[in-house]
């Protein structure tokens, strides 16, 4: 049997989906949110990005259901207790099983058969020379290095079809249900509005990548191997659950700040706002980067003196990872937080907070009714992209040393051993490519979205009502 | 002084937002010297035709069909290029919101030198000049000390004023003012229209005036078009036109106007509101520790008294701490000094909590119907809110049903409960917060300029609903407006406040027919009126 690992941040992004499904059933309530973010979902970058952000948080869940497995007993020894392996493994390392067992020794490059470097080799009549010698797993199955193009093309025409046949079932199963529910309804203008082609499309693009991605690995490293000779790509993929979840807890961390700072601040003003305006002055003075760099190694000594509870690397990491989203989330919500208090401060001066004040309705019930629904726009522009610039704060922050613990697979780390593969001759640019690549593509994603979200909710773009 | 020769000249315009026709073919002309007043509410099209005459529409909006005339000049068929030699210098237009077409960082006279460089060509000693005469045309004083004023240090009038030599600056033939004087008090809109009319009188100019209001019509046009959802339905000489409208909304529109003597007659109920010496003061704090170093005051010692059943009117002008005070009274702004008794009790000193079974008898509706209600919520949860927290009714079906009633009472159907306010009109919308105000049974409501935002004849349905709701629930109300005209046939008794003190109250006829203090005579003569008696 194996042993499932919880890790805290597992808990939290579990806890998190769940209030988001939470937050969705809401809102269904509410026709005038539903409207606006239909808005957002009518829109083809919307809904390509949207799903583009899916998958990235599709890849990170699997990522985020931890295990370790038994080691194999002993022969002929009856033991009382199974041993586990220390090794933490994801569901997703079932899927990514071939990348991560072919290690070979060193660099190679994206689809190479020969090492990056030379080495000494004996020849069959024992004499020595230096040569690239052959990759012990990429492209093993091939008896003619040469083949190695047509072995290529093949598999990935192979690949591709596999990818529109997955794709296809989906979709159609989709289809099929929308015209059931469009013959069902004499009125089909609603689901006429969203843009199921594009959706379609861009599930289609990425299982067709998905596909190709997964069935070469098996033979090549599609995007190389670094120094120690595993796998770039699966380095890459490991990554995508530290970028996401390093977005959306550290986002999650300034949001209550921010938000309950930022309305009592403008909402009770007086002594009140003084004090949070003080606090994030005196925050936002403090260089950032300086106040994570002392916490981070703060919390490297917690970790030295009380190693007992660490018996885990992962546990380790895990640990730093969450206080680097804190630390992240603790020293940036006071941008939001003066956007809100200035529109808490504009929002409680309009007639309809005034008007509930002369019915007597108390302020938390003023907050709760009148301004906070009328600053969502503010704090959902905010989260995404609050988002994006936090996924790239960890690349910078790991650059200089200062972000996840170097066991933690991340782009930032990536990043960081690109410093030195790049200086050498000829350049090693796999590595920070795959990085680049992957964090580009979220990064982007979240933006357009964020875009759409800004058009639908802010007041000032939102077509039709105020 | 009226010539024959006709300067502006406009053939069945069309113009539409897409497929939908907003304005539908509309054909009038302008003869020199003469002002051409185009009446309509809100949404008639009156602006859009102003805008096409300058060719400023925006690009959603599209002319379909018919042609303007300019002297010789075919408007719709001259470039661009040639476009803008015309506007400015043929046709100059004044907008209604003089706040926001001023450039706030650049000087007056910058602004003024910029349209006369860009039109004529003129040196620049000949400049300074022509700017302290155009200022001085228009009424400024010290027009040399002004030009280097920035707008934020002038008044609403003086900037309107400016703007108005801006719109000279070139001698245009034709001024296009679109609701020149809404956005200012009455006294300023006197000078302001006696200023259009002196200038047409010695420019012999031709004017445009878009105006919604029928007092300033009367007043000032020779010729009137009366519009109504992209039609002009009549087009007459002004006395013509007032004597013996044709069209039923043209007669509906006249009679809007509350006729200026008929008062109601006043009652001897017992006080609901007794108000002594009341003072609204603000500090201004300075320095680190936030040290009191003086006050602001926005009230300083009214004294009035609201009896049941009554309406008082407070009339003053923008800045005389009317609406101040009215908040003061609901606590919704911290009284200085001065009690205010409430059927005898006591009500200035209350603490918050002690405060709050008061909130139930005292209520208000806003002057803004779109910032008076929280979008996000429906007209249900708008209504409920004071239900609930003031305790009325708790139990949930007997909500219901009282509020079905009062929608229904205040001509809205019971359907709309599950509607948001933004699907509703500037006229629908009070409605709502008169039933919101209405729904917690208050016995004095404080109507802080309600009817201000609102279309003529709208104006008048909301007043007539006032007056019927005061006679079925014995409601009393103060009713905070800067709106003279509208006074005689609402309120009981009138107080007039000037810079946060009462300079004039008594009973309306008294106050209306013998105004004793000189500033409550200057406010009635500045009132445009159609019976000039």
Known sequence: MILPVFLWSDLLIYTLIASVGLFLWQLRKNPQAKKRWSGVFASKVGMASFIVILFYILISLLDSLHYREPLPQLNGVEQQEVAYSSEVKSVLDIVLSPLHSSNESTYSAPFALHSFAKENMTDTNGAIYRDFPRLKNAGSHLTDVRERSWDILWRSVLAILLGILIAAVPIAAHKYYRNKIAQGTADHSGSDAVPWNVAYSTVLIISVIGCWVLSLSEFYHILGTDKVGSDVLYQSIKAIRTGVLIGTLATLVTLPLAIILGISAGYFKGWVDDVVQYTYTTLSSIPGILLIAASVLLIDVYIETHAEQFNLTTLRSDFKFLALCAILGLTSWTGLCRMLRAETLKVSQLDYVQAAHAFGVSHRRVIGKHILPNVTHLILIAIVLDFSMFVLAEAVLSYIGVGVDPDMHSWGNMINAARSELSRDPVVWWSVSAAFILMFTLVLAANLFSDEVRNAFDPNTAKGDS | ?533
Request: hydrophobic share 40%.
């Open chain 2, 1 to 533: 002084m009226i010539t024959s020769q006709t300067v502006l000249s406009v053939h069945n315009l069309q113009v539409s937002a897409g497929s939908n026709p907003l304005v539908k073919g509309i054909s009038f002309e302008i003869k020199q010297g003469e002002i051409f007043a185009l009446v309509g509410e809100s949404g008639s099209g009156k602006s859009l035709t102003s805008l096409s005459i300058m060719r400023l529409l925006p690009e959603v909006l599209k002319i379909t069909a018919g042609e303007v005339v300019f002297g010789q000049q075919k408007i719709f068929e001259l470039t661009e290029t040639q476009m803008n030699s015309v506007r400015g210098k043929k046709i100059a237009m004044i907008f209604q919101e003089p706040q926001t077409s001023l450039n706030p960082v650049q000087t007056v006279g910058v602004q003024l030198q910029e349209v006369l460089k860009l039109h004529q060509n003129i040196n620049a000693t000949d400049l300074q000049t022509k700017l302290i005469s155009l200022l001085e045309e228009v009424g400024i004083p010290e027009p040399e000390a002004r030009l280097k004023w920035y707008p934020h240090q002038l008044s609403g009038g003086q900037k309107q004023r400016i703007m108005i030599a801006m719109a000279l600056a070139c001698e245009p033939e034709l001024l296009v003012a679109d609701e020149p004087t809404t956005a200012l008090d009455v006294t300023i809109q006197r000078q302001i229209l006696d200023l259009l009319n002196d200038l047409r009188k010695t420019r012999n100019l031709s004017v445009l005036l878009i105006t919604h209001d029928m007092g300033v019509v009367a007043e000032m046009a020779d010729t009137v078009a009366v519009m109504q959802r992209g039609e002009i339905l009549e087009q007459a000489d002004c006395n013509t036109f007032f004597a013996n409208p044709q069209h039923e909304y043209s007669k509906r529109l006249i009679n809007s106007l509350p006729k200026a003597d008929d008062f109601i007659g006043v009652n001897d109920n017992e006080s609901l509101l007794e108000v002594n010496d009341l003072k609204v003061w603000f500090a201004k704090k300075k320095g680190i520790l936030q040290r009191t170093v003086g006050h602001t005051k926005a009230v300083d010692g009214v004294s009035f008294k609201v009896n049941k059943g009554e309406t008082l009117a407070i009339v003053g002008e923008s800045g005389s701490g009317k609406t101040t005070m009215g908040k003061a009274i609901l606590r919704l702004n911290p009284v200085h000094a001065g009690s205010i008794k409430f059927k005898g009790k006591e009500l200035s000193g209350l603490s918050h909590s002690q405060f709050l079974p008061h909130r139930r008898d005292i209520q208000v509706i806003f002057q803004d119907p779109f910032s008076s209600m929280n979008p996000r919520m429906s007209v249900r949860e708008i209504i409920e809110e004071g239900m609930v927290s003031l305790k009325v009714e708790a139990n949930a079906k007997k909500r219901e049903e009282i509020m079905c009633a009062l929608l229904t009472r205040v001509g809205l159907e019971p359907e709309h409960l599950d509607r948001y306010p933004h699907e509703f009109s500037g006229g629908q919308r009070q409605r709502i917060a008169i039933a919101r105000a209405l729904a917690v049974k208050p016995e004095l409501i404080i109507c802080d300029e309600p009817t201000s935002a609102l279309d003529v004849s709208i104006r008048g349905q909301v007043l007539e609903l006032l007056n019927e709701l005061q006679q079925e629930t014995g409601v009393s109300l103060l009713f905070i407006t800067h709106d003279l005209s509208i006074v005689p046939h609402l309120a009981h008794r009138v107080a007039v406040m000037k810079d946060g003190v009462i300079v004039e109250q008594g009973t309306t006829e008294q106050v209306m027919t013998a105004p004793a203090h000189e500033y409550t005579q200057a406010l009635l003569k500045a009132v445009p009126a159609l019976y000039t008696s």
